[in-house]
């Protein structure tokens, strides 16, 4: 994504809005067969932070501790 885009994106929010990054991995079909509700995505929430700017490569890093979902 380009700063630009995420930039459009933020534009249309309010301020207080906060940020929440989501990961979704997919449920396979032999879990899926034994849920009594299945859903088959598996969603976990992080918290975006700050990481590093590399002006020379042009990258802005945002991160998540893979370690300390929010939810």
Same mark, same amino acid.
């Given at each position: 994504? @380009?700063? @630009? ?15 929440v990054l989501n990961a979704n991995k997919k ?19 992080? @918290? ?24």
């Open positions: 994504m @380009k700063v @630009k885009e995420l930039k459009q994106f933020l534009d249309r929010l309010d301020d207080d809005f906060e940020l449920i396979p079909n032999s879990i899926l067969e034994k849920m009594s509700y299945p859903y088959p995505i598996e969603t976990t929430h992080f @918290k975006i932070e700050t990481g590093d700017i590399g002006y020379s490569e042009k990258i802005a890093q945002l991160c998540i501790d893979l370690d300390n979902p929010i939810d």
